[in-house]
């Protein structure tokens, strides 16, 4: 009833795909040109229109999941066909070369083509293998829920500060202020946190330091708790230390729900531009071979 | 006594159907006296909210009356009434409460109270069914502060404002004044019940949020002016924690109002049963009991604006002895035009009474009203009137002719059962609100009502007769289609009227394991989830929709309960006493083996139902995302979901640019994710209390929203599942080519401009948007070809949508499939 893209309609264009690399092999093989193998035998001709038409029918999958009216298939047909037709494009360009490869535009096609070929290959592969953890981290929150409890959980710490000297209350307002998610899209994929906090040392000076998972707000607590000697000062800052603790949570679910998403959407931003450069390539390619060759 | 207080005709009450009937006098030059209490003429309308949109329905009844009144807001709506009683020069008296009427035709004696008499040939009563408002009761009532009702909410800011009340009307106030003012809501009990679910969440999370304080078991005690003071005002009252003192500005008094029943009946107008939606018993001129003392409008039944003013009018024809076509005639008339033979309208009608046994005893202005909403069609021999698992659910009645049902399992025997003239069906789906059971098909000159289901449901809670005649028939037909097909119908009848009809909450338990097992439980409306012990834990097995049994096995022999049964929505359900079944089993030997037969195939299926633990919890984390109720539930598979979004950009992109679906909102289970995204519910909670009508459900189950919607905001309220919001209808988008070539607007894909709801952008530079908000909600893409278009657009095939017949296939695969 409900199944992946890859295994729509029991694997149906994957067959289609085999089917179009066995053929393109096997003409290859029983293929005997006077010159050797290349683009411009009656055989090469072939495969090339076969690849230039892919290539467009590949590119063209942007618009059908663009054409939200559109009742031509479903688009997980649509990307299921795109995926394994899209692989075969590899053994069909690949032989319509004939292992022909040089510092010219022809093969500078080839490169680009191979380059959106393996970037969707690793979308794939991170399609596989993200969404359940993405699923698992969120844990029925979405990202501005889970970011609203934060805030929630500073303004509570917030309240209870107020009942504390005032540094615990900088301390609180500065942990909040200088959390940082986010950043490069390096720090994205790495999931880096680069939050920080100002915290009074024991000398009362105010100094800014590196917080990365509130380690150095959780550590400051912690001393501070160890000093007290009031009970009710002592249990004040044990709910901070619950409610950082929380947070510092909070923080890692948000910061590795960014980095999944993150890995989800990094490899378009390769696959798309890159298929562009393709087409310009690609007309470069067929053009000058009508003209030049 | 005074010559200028003998009057013909005497009117009480200034709403619609008073105004007119004073205006007809008026306009004839018969001496009338209007009274009204309120100090302006129709009082009800005057309450409505500022600027609200007052609907002329029913939209094809034309209007008689010497007053204009067309669909138009509550102003011009009272700007033109007004000037309708200038020009007629109506006689009435405002702030003139009518305190007792006594007497009959010719000589009523009214007494106001100011203790002034009015005598009057005739009276008509038109008081509507507002009553008059409670009031606080305490020292200080009167003071200025004190009101009952609240026009504009944004009329106050910066004040202290207690509301006093735990309705529908005090909540609602209370939160909108919140917004800019410092409130409090007293309530006298330890809870807000019997309050809209929407309302009561709302209020709830007001409270918790602290935008609005709350008194719970609190009292009002006093209220006293305090010139000079920081508000000018203080309201004592009594709580918990001894008394309160609280300085405001303002007290809303929302704690209801006094029925009108009891001044009615003093009068002498007759009920005919004492449950308080019952209407007064009157004629077909509207007379009551009382010689000469007429009631229109709201109290006789007619709740909608045009029929009290057209009753008006006809009302004073009546009264003066006149006879006077009703405007609904040619109405009618034409729907009469295909009838095989020709009689007058009224002929027509007391035929139809005559000939259907469940309506002889309808009151014949009831009935006519019935009519009006009601089709009558002559289908062809042979053609099916409705067919099994359509989603309609209006009633039939046959007139003349035959029908025959088509009953049995899809690709299985199927029988047919003849009914004739005078006989009803559609009576399941009518009391279920779920599909057909059974494909209907006409008979040889065959002449059939159709009436909506609200008409019906109306009808049956104020005639007794009807309600019995109907609950039981559909008991009977329950029992034949799942038990006795072969037992005639008087035999299963004498078993349906010791049957007994139960009302569940949502949570309540039918029976629990261990009871003995005596009875069998047919499920009328709702469902129920069917759970066993296991260890420690009760785990849900399975659930079971309306119009289905449980504990069928307590027919066949005294055993236990191997499971408990609890309704997962509120759910009414007819138990049947085994010994009454038994009766029918001596009778009937053969009976016996059939019925063994049959419950063997069905243990077969419900153990087919039966899964692991791990479906069992998918079970119940799906009923409270409202299985129980739902006909057709987005899903979300997250192992397969990157979070695209695109589900919802084509949701917008094919519904004017607002997404009725938010992906990520909404819980999820072992991989399970449900979107808040609507469940096309079984019988939907936001189709209840829409005043235009506007939601509606198409015959294959889809519920949508139609243009007509005004904006209120009910539906929104009433979704326990927050998949309706109220959204502006966004600007059109350029063509594909302006957008890219000239970046005109908003581009394929992106949000629209202005479709943001809870904003008011499109069209709000002047601070005011140009249309209302609007309810939006998912209507299952019933527009586009190919089918919903979440679904359709998704790239990894993660969204999904799964119909109750799919559920248990869905939930055995999920669990079990990875």
Redesign the interface.
């Known amino acids: 009833m409900h199944q992946s893209f890859l295994q729509y309609r029991g694997k149906r264009y994957l067959w289609w795909a085999l089917s179009l690399c066995f053929v393109a092999v096997l003409a290859y093989a029983w293929h005997q040109p006077v010159s050797p193998p290349n683009g411009g035998t009656w055989l090469g001709y072939t495969l090339g229109t076969i690849g230039a038409l892919l290539i467009l029918w590949l590119t063209a999958l942007g618009v059908r999941k663009r054409s939200y009216q559109s009742a031509v298939g479903t688009v997980q047909g649509w990307v299921s066909a795109h995926v394994y037709l899209g692989l075969a494009l590899i053994v069909v360009a690949t032989l319509h070369t004939g292992f022909q490869f040089g510092w010219n535009v022809h093969t500078l096609a080839y490169v680009l083509m191979m380059t959106v070929i393996v970037s969707g290959l690793f979308g794939v592969v991170m399609y596989l293998r993200f969404p359940e953890r993405l699923s698992a981290n969120r844990s029925s929150q979405t990202r501005e829920q889970m970011l609203q409890e934060i805030a929630d959980l500073d303004q509570r710490a917030l309240r209870i500060a107020a009942n504390l000297p005032a540094e615990f209350a900088e301390a609180i307002a500065s942990n909040r202020d200088r959390t940082r998610i986010g950043g490069t899209v390096l720090d994205i994929l790495r999931g880096r946190d680069r939050s920080q906090v100002s915290l009074a040392g024991d000398d009362g000076v105010l100094q800014v330091v590196p917080n990365p998972a509130q380690e150095h707000m959780l550590e400051w607590l912690g001393r501070q708790l160890s000093r007290s000697t009031d009970a009710e000062r002592t249990r004040r800052i044990d709910e901070l230390v619950n409610l950082m603790a929380s947070r510092r949570s909070l923080l890692r679910r948000v910061i590795e729900d960014a980095r999944i998403a993150g890995w989800l959407q990094v490899w378009l931003y390769v696959h798309v531009p890159i298929t562009f450069a393709l087409l310009g390539s690609l007309i470069a390619h067929v053009v000058s071979v009508f003209l030049y060759w | 006594m005074n010559n200028t207080n003998k009057v013909q005709i005497a009117i009480v009450g200034a709403g619609p159907g008073g105004l007119s009937a004073a205006a007809r006098a008026a306009e004839l030059g018969v001496s009338h006296v209007l009274f009204e209490q309120s100090p302006a003429h129709a009082n009800t309308i005057q309450k409505y909210q500022k600027g609200k949109h007052v609907m002329a329905e029913p939209n094809v009844l034309p209007l008689r009356s010497p007053l204009r009144f067309e669909a138009g807001t509550r102003e011009a709506i009272l700007d033109e009434w007004a000037r309708g009683l200038d020009k007629h020069a109506v006689n009435i008296r405002y702030g003139s409460e009518v305190t007792s009427i006594s007497g009959s035709r010719p000589d009523f004696t009214l007494k106001l109270k100011s203790g002034e008499e009015y005598h009057a040939e005739t009276v008509i009563f038109a008081i509507g069914m507002q009553g008059n408002p409670r009031r606080l009761g305490i020292p200080g009532e009167d003071l200025p502060c004190v009101q009952n009702t609240l026009d504009d909410p944004g009329e106050y800011s910066g004040e202290v404002i207690v509301v006093v009340g735990a309705g529908d009307a005090a909540i609602e106030n209370a939160v909108a004044l919140a917004k800019q003012n410092t409130v409090f809501i007293l309530n006298r009990s330890a809870e807000f019940a019997r309050v809209k679910e929407g309302n009561l969440n709302l209020i709830l999370k007001s409270v918790e949020e602290g935008k609005l304080g709350c008194y719970y078991n609190a009292a009002c005690v006093s209220l006293t002016a305090m010139p000079g003071a920081d508000r000018p005002y203080t309201l004592v009252i009594n709580t918990d924690n001894g008394e309160a003192v609280v300085p405001c500005n303002r007290v809303i008094a929302r704690i209801g109002a006094i029925p009108p029943r009891k001044f009615v009946e003093s009068c002498g107008i007759r009920f005919p049963s004492p449950d308080p939606a019952a209407l007064p018993v009157l004629n077909e001129r509207y007379e009551s009991a009382v010689p000469g003392l007429y009631v229109i409008g709201a109290l006789a039944g007619y709740p909608l604006i045009k029929q009290a003013m057209n009753q008006g009018y006809e009302v004073v024809e009546y009264a003066l002895g006149r006879e006077v076509e009703p405007a609904d005639e040619p109405l009618l008339a034409k729907k009469f035009a295909n009838l095989p033979f020709r009689k007058s309208v009224s002929e027509t009608l007391a035929l139809m009474q005559q000939r259907i046994p469940l309506f002889t005893e309808v009151n014949s202005l009831v009935f006519r009203e019935l009519l009006l909403g009601s089709a009558v069609h002559v289908p062809a021999k042979g053609e099916a009137i409705f067919r099994k698992n359509d989603y309609t659910n209006s009633f039939y009645t046959i007139v003349e002719g035959t029908v025959e049902i088509e009953l049995g399992a899809e690709g299985g025997p199927s029988r047919r059962i003849p009914l004739g003239a005078g006989q009803f069906f559609g009576e399941m789906s009518l009391l279920s609100g779920r599909r057909r059971s059974g494909t209907v098909y006409a008979g040889a000159n065959c002449v059939l009502i159709e009436s909506p289901r609200r008409d019906i449901l109306k009808l049956m809670n104020s005639a007794d007769s009807v309600r019995k005649v109907i609950d039981q028939l559909f008991i009977a037909r329950a029992i034949q289609t799942g038990f006795a097909p072969g037992v005639p119908f008087d035999q299963l009848n004498s078993i349906a009227a010791r049957a007994e009809l139960k009302r569940y909450r949502k949570g309540e338990t039918l029976f629990a394991e261990g009871d003995e097992a005596d009875r069998l439980i047919l499920i009328r409306s709702g469902s129920v989830s069917v759970s066993r012990r296991i260890g420690e834990h009760d785990v849900v097995i399975s659930y079971v929709a309306a119009g289905n049994y449980v504990g069928e096995m307590g027919l066949l022999g005294k055993t236990r309960r191997n499971a408990t049964v609890r309704a997962t929505v509120p759910t009414e359900a007819v138990s049947l006493d085994a010994t009454a079944f038994e009766e029918l089993l001596v009778r009937n030997p053969a009976l016996r083996a059939e019925l063994e037969t049959t419950m063997q195939k069905r243990f077969a299926s419900n153990a087919r139902m039966r899964g692991s633990d791990e479906s069992g919890d998918l079970i119940s984390f799906l009923i409270k995302q409202g299985l129980g109720e739902a006909t057709d539930l987005l899903l979300i598979?997250?192992?397969?979901?990157?979070?695209?979004d695109?589900c919802e950009?084509?949701c917008a992109?094919?519904h004017g640019g607002t997404s009725r679906l938010d992906r990520?909102?909404?819980?999820?289970f072992a991989?399970v994710?449900v979107p808040t995204s609507c469940r096309h519910c079984e019988d939907p909670h936001c189709m209840r209390e829409c005043p235009p009508d506007a939601i509606r459900r198409a015959p294959n189950g889809e519920v949508y929203i139609q243009d007509n919607c005004i904006g209120c905001g009910n539906c929104e309220r009433n979704c326990p599942y927050g998949v309706i919001h109220m959204a502006y209808a966004p600007a059109p988008k350029p063509g594909l080519a302006s957008w890219l070539l000239f970046g005109a607007g908003s581009g394929?894909?992106d949000a629209h401009a202005g479709a943001h709801h809870g904003h008011a952008a499109h069209g709000a530079a002047d601070g005011k948007p140009k249309a209302p908000k609007k309810a939006v909600k998912c209507d299952m893409c019933k527009d586009?070809?190919?089918g919903p278009?979440c679904?359709?657009?998704?790239?990894?095939?993660?969204a999904?949508r799964v119909s109750p017949e799919?559920f248990v296939?869905?939930i055995s695969?999920s669990a079990v499939g990875r």
Do not use: I, M, W
């Not at chain 2, 990520?664 to 999820?668: F, S």
């Open positions: 598979d997250e192992t397969l979901c990157v979070g695209c695109n950009t084509a992109e094919t990520a909102a909404g819980p999820t991989n994710h394929p894909g586009q070809s190919g278009a679904v359709r657009a998704c790239p990894t095939g993660a999904l799919a296939e869905f695969e």
